[in-house]
């Protein structure tokens, strides 16, 4: 029986999962809409998981997670890698293009821009409270346009004369598309100018002050719109490379790091049970108390497993520390 590392990116619009061998190939792959509730996304993407893999051929040796519920989900899935979104989008980046100088990432709600250098992320940068430069901008804006999103990159390559659309935040950017529209601008124009809003938006926000250098690969949800994927190429000037499973980067990266640990682990993890599917169908609760042990008076989550507490986190002193039954 083969190992395998299994990564988890849990975000705030969509939740997506990997599972890799050892010498980094993917071979199960999911990802679906957090809908507010990142603890039943996750057990509905390690399900998806379970299903895809051969288990007569495959045991999950280690689990790694990411996202802004990594320390959620990486209690319920016992992680033994919890780690953030720019550490794991560099790791996966960097496997697959060892040569990257500058990653650009557009997701649903947020959007960075990494810096690298031989292999290694030495600068970076996330966007501001401005959704006008993330998916969630582009979905709100179809839907006023009466078009599906996943339409916005085809209905964008047939346009001639992109129209200029205020790139600076959301509302100026709204304003603008409905003035468009009100004077008769060819959809596809619209369209096109709003792919290039969110490049711009961009590029005069989270990459401001950046030195953007080739090549430069293009991730997140966003990345699969090939109209903003011209819109960056016309205003870097270069090439920007996507991958097939560039949306799944953070998760693929953090699996890496998951393999990287069990490694070094050696005997102890090739020792250790392998991780179960059946987390999947256990009821995971999070309770937050105050501890009013001293003057700081802490909010601490708690996390619960059929009843269980299995991992706490938030005391800024020892004795707001929680007994749990496993970490």
């Known amino acids: 029986m083969k190992d395998a590392y ?35 996304a996750a057990q509905r993407v390690v399900r998806e998981l379970g299903d895809q893999l051969d288990q007569d051929a495959y045991r999950v040796r280690a689990v790694g997670t990411t996202g802004s519920a990594r320390r959620l989900v990486g209690a319920m899935l016992g992680a033994r890698v919890v780690k953030n979104e720019i550490t794991a989008h560099a790791v996966g980046t960097t496997r697959l293009h060892p040569d990257v ?54 209905i964008a390559l047939t ?64 990345s699969k719109n090939a109209g903003v994927v011209r819109a960056f190429e016309d205003a870097l000037g270069m090439p920007v490379l996507v991958d097939a499973d560039g949306h799944l980067m953070g998760a693929y990266g953090v699996a890496l790091l998951a393999a990287d640990a069990a490694a070094e682990d050696g005997a102890m993890a090739a020792n250790a049970e392998p991780f179960s599917f059946d987390v999947a169908s256990f009821e995971f609760k999070t309770r937050e108390i105050e501890c009013a042990k001293c003057a700081n008076h802490c909010e601490v989550i708690c996390v619960y497993q059929d009843g269980e507490i299995i991992d706490s986190w938030g005391n800024r002193c020892d004795k707001g520390a929680v007994k749990v039954g496993r970490r």
């Open 6 to 40: 299994l990564g988890l990116d849990t975000g705030s619009i969509s939740t997506k999962g990997v599972i890799v061998t050892e010498d980094g190939s993917i071979v199960a792959r999911s990802y679906l809409w957090t809908e507010g509730n990142p603890t039943d």
């Open 101 to 154: 100088r500058t990653i650009l990432e557009i997701g649903g709600q947020d959007s960075k821009i990494i810096c690298v250098d031989g292999g290694i992320a030495v600068d970076y940068a996330m966007n501001t409270l401005c959704a006008a430069g993330t998916g969630s901008f582009l979905s709100s804006q179809a839907h006023r346009l009466g078009l599906e999103v996943e339409e916005f990159g085809d």
């Open 159 to 222: 346009s001639k004369r992109p129209a200029n659309i205020a790139a600076r935040c959301t509302v100026f950017a709204e304003s603008d598309l409905v003035h468009k529209i009100q004077v008769g601008y060819p959809r596809e124009d619209i369209v096109a100018g709003l792919c290039k809003a969110v490049a711009m938006n961009y590029l005069n926000n989270v990459g401001k002050g950046k030195r953007i250098v080739a090549p430069v690969v293009f991730q997140g949800g966003v």
